[in-house]
Structure formats: structure tokens, C-alpha cells
């Protein structure tokens, strides 16, 4: 198969959850058909050469598929696709073009995308400050069936988010392929898990990772943080790490100064992925309590480290954690204040979970994920040769 793969959407060295999934998935194909042709689409020469040597990091053995990569000049959702991005890849003949984000200019190939998630369309209001066309976009039934319309086939994280799409846009089950995203394997006593705490950080933290927007429902982890006695508090700071929003990041500034948490609480902001093994290491208690996730990422990036974990009993959070968290009611911080009394005083109880945890992790993996699309990939690539 000649498969056209855009990359576009890792668009900087501080990777985001789709960029992770974009490389980690890339360099299991790459690896996993030597008999196919790739050809790679970036934006930049900067991206390119960063995205392939991470590539070539992650997995380091030889790639023996016959690949390409090509710079475009101008990002996926930019006007310039429609009239430009055929010109530039027709030569290479694809037989297929998949995305790891939505399409916003359709090529005249075969095509399948990937939506993670239906959040901005299932909670409008949490997006009141990003951009007018993300809006316009990302929040209106009627538009997102027309960006999708042209796929021959859709690929999301979890049967979860596999339903919404059903549900909400009246996608045909048969059409959408669940294709859950991976975590890499950790070995807990040798140098991957002995890595030192990140400066300035004393092991025992309690972390959480993730972009302040509201359904992430950082709000809710600090108040229940600030119903900690102040012992505990004292000896279990809360680390709030990722990229920052200034609207969203400015309201939890605001909250840790109103509860008087300024020492206790940080606002650690974009975390390198090289350092973020280390981080999810030395916490005492990984929180994700999200309203909603299409999968739900770095729950299994704790459990990968051992780190006990506490998340949210709904949307797509309880299948991907399985046994081996405690579920909350991200909507009752007594519920979520009650949980993090019971994970940091109950020894047993969160030695458990440390157990559990890499089990669970274990059992999604890059090559899996990568092994799901491949099969999703086929499968549309015959469909449309008949």
C-alpha cells in the first residue's frame, strides 16, 4: 500500500496528546509493514527533523519501509491545502490518505481521519474563549458531518467516544474503527524507573497533567485539595502540569490565591516528554478527574510508572482504567477530597493500585494501536478496491 501520512499535526517539540499518538504510531508503522510505501507530510523543515529523529529515537533499529517526507509550507487546516497539497503529493501516487486529526481539505483518494473526541460539541460552553472558527467548527453537529462526510472510514480511541459519534453524528458503527492509543512499557527497577524527581519537586506530590480547560476540571481538584488537613497538605503539594490557557490559567491562579494555597499549589506549565517519566514517577497520587476524555492518556502514563491513580467514573475514563484506579464523581469534591485522604493514609490501599497500575497499562501498547489502524487501514483499502 502507498499511504499518505499527515504529520501536520505535531507542531512543536512540547508534544500534545495528538502529537504523541501521531509519532508513536508512525514509528510502529514504519516498523510494522517494510512492504508498504509512507509518505510523510509536515509543515516545516523544523518539524521534519524533529519528528524523525524522535522517531529514530523511539525505536532505533533500522526502518526498512520505503518512506519519504515531505515539507508542505503550510499547516493541515490552512486554505493553501486546497489548491497546493495535490500538486505536491500526486507524484507519489497514494492509494490512501490518513490523518490523525480531522481533514478540513479532502483530497481525490481514499481518506480516513481520526477523531479522538466529541468535547467541544458535547460541552460548547467550556469553549467560550477559544477562537471563532474553532467554534464555528468544532461545536456544531452540522459542520463536523461535513468535514466527515468525505471519509471512507472514521478512527477513534475508545468504544466511548465511538458512541458519541454514532449517537451525535450519525456515523454507521461499521464505519468507525476503535483504535485505543498506547503507553510505552516502564521496567520499575531498572534506570527507567529509578529516574531523579524534577528539581525543586519533593517526591510524594500530587499530580495531575493535562491543559486547564474547564472539562478537565482542575477547579474541582483544588477545592478539594483545600479540604486537606493542613499536615497533609504541607507534605502532599499539588502540581498542575501542562501547557497553559491565559483565560483558564488566569481563573485557577485566581482559586489558589482565593483558598490561600499559593504555597502548596503549582501551576507547573509545559513539561518536556523527555522529563515527564520522572514526574509521573515521584507523585504519591496521579488525579485525573475530567468531566469527560475521549480516552484519557495519561491515566495509563501514571499506571505505566506505578504512580496510584485516582480518576473520574464517567465518559471514557472507567474503560480505559479498569480495576486498577479509584473512581470519583469529578462533580463532588467531598467525593474527590475523600479519595485523596484515602490514597495518601491508606498505605495498603495505594500499594495496591502501584500493583495493579503497570498490569493494567500493559495491556495497550504503540505496536497494538498501531496493529488496530493497520487492520482499519486494509480493510478500507480493499473496501475501495472492489
Given at each position: 500500500m502507498r499511504l499518505?501520512?499527515?504529520?501536520?499535526?505535531?507542531?512543536?517539540?512540547?508534544?500534545?496528546?495528538?502529537?504523541?499518538?501521531?509519532?508513536?504510531?508512525?514509528?510502529?508503522?514504519?516498523?510494522?509493514?517494510?512492504?508498504?510505501?509512507?509518505?510523510?507530510?509536515?509543515?516545516?523543515?523544523?518539524?521534519r527533523d524533529f519528528s524523525l529523529n524522535w522517531i529514530r529515537q523511539y525505536h532505533p533499529q533500522e526502518i526498512l519501509a520505503d518512506y519519504q517526507a515531505l515539507v508542505t509550507g503550510f499547516g493541515p487546516t490552512s486554505p493553501m491545502n486546497r489548491a497546493l497539497l495535490w500538486k505536491q503529493v500526486k507524484g507519489f501516487r497514494p492509494e490512501l490518505y490518513y490523518s490523525f486529526y480531522y481533514i478540513f481539505h479532502p483530497l481525490p483518494i481514499p481518506q480516513v481521519c481520526t477523531v479522538h473526541d466529541l468535547i467541544p460539541l458535547l460541552y460548547p460552553d467550556y469553549f467560550s474563549q477559544a477562537s471563532?472558527?474553532?467554534?464555528?467548527?468544532?461545536?456544531?453537529?452540522?459542520?463536523?458531518?461535513?468535514?466527515?462526510?468525505?471519509?471512507?472510514?472514521?478512527?477513534?480511541?475508545?468504544?466511548?467516544?465511538?458512541?458519541?459519534?454514532?449517537?451525535?453524528?450519525?456515523?454507521?458503527?461499521?464505519?468507525?474503527?476503535?483504535?485505543?492509543?498506547?503507553?510505552?512499557?516502564?521496567?520499575?527497577?531498572?534506570?527507567?524507573?529509578?529516574?531523579?524527581?524534577?528539581?525543586?519537586?519533593?517526591?510524594?506530590?500530587?499530580?495531575?497533567v493535562g491543559r486547564p480547560d474547564p472539562h478537565k476540571n482542575f477547579h474541582g481538584l483544588i477545592e478539594a485539595y483545600a479540604d486537606l488537613s493542613p499536615d497533609l497538605r504541607r507534605a502532599h503539594p499539588l502540581i498542575l502540569a501542562g501547557p497553559g490557557d491565559k483565560p483558564y490559567t488566569r481563573k485557577l491562579e485566581e482559586q489558589v490565591r482565593a483558598l490561600g494555597l499559593e504555597r502548596q499549589v503549582r501551576l507547573l506549565g509545559p513539561v518536556d516528554s523527555?522529563?515527564?517519566?520522572?514526574?509521573?514517577?515521584?507523585?504519591?497520587?496521579?488525579?485525573?478527574?475530567?468531566f469527560y476524555e475521549g480516552f484519557g492518556l495519561p491515566v495509563l502514563e501514571a499506571m505505566a510508572q506505578g504512580t496510584p491513580v485516582i480518576t473520574s467514573d464517567r465518559s471514557s475514563l472507567p474503560e480505559v482504567a479498569g480495576d486498577a484506579a479509584l473512581l470519583v464523581n469529578p462533580e463532588r469534591p467531598m467525593e474527590i477530597a475523600w479519595a485523596l485522604n484515602r490514597m495518601l493514609k491508606m498505605s495498603s490501599f495505594s500499594d495496591s493500585l502501584r500493583r495493579r497500575g503497570p498490569r493494567r497499562a500493559a495491556q495497550f501498547s504503540w505496536q497494538r494501536t498501531a496493529e488496530n489502524l493497520s487492520s482499519a487501514l486494509i480493510s478500507v483499502h480493499q473496501a475501495v478496491s472492489v
Open positions: 499518505l501520512l499527515d504529520l501536520r499535526w505535531v507542531r512543536s517539540e512540547i508534544l500534545d496528546g495528538i502529537a504523541r499518538v501521531s509519532l508513536s504510531v508512525t514509528a510502529e508503522l514504519l516498523h510494522l509493514h517494510p512492504d508498504w510505501r509512507f509518505s510523510l507530510l509536515f509543515t516545516d523543515a523544523k518539524m471563532l472558527s474553532f467554534r464555528m467548527t468544532m461545536t456544531r453537529a452540522q459542520v463536523l458531518r461535513m468535514l466527515l462526510r468525505p471519509m471512507d472510514a472514521v478512527v477513534t480511541v475508545s468504544k466511548n467516544s465511538r458512541q458519541d459519534l454514532v449517537d451525535r453524528l450519525g456515523m454507521r458503527p461499521e464505519c468507525v474503527y476503535v483504535c485505543p492509543p498506547g503507553v510505552e512499557p516502564v521496567d520499575l527497577d531498572g534506570p527507567a524507573g529509578k529516574v531523579a524527581p524534577l528539581n525543586g519537586l519533593p517526591p510524594g506530590y500530587i499530580l495531575s523527555a522529563d515527564l517519566g520522572a514526574l509521573y514517577r515521584h507523585a504519591g497520587v496521579f488525579a485525573l478527574l475530567s
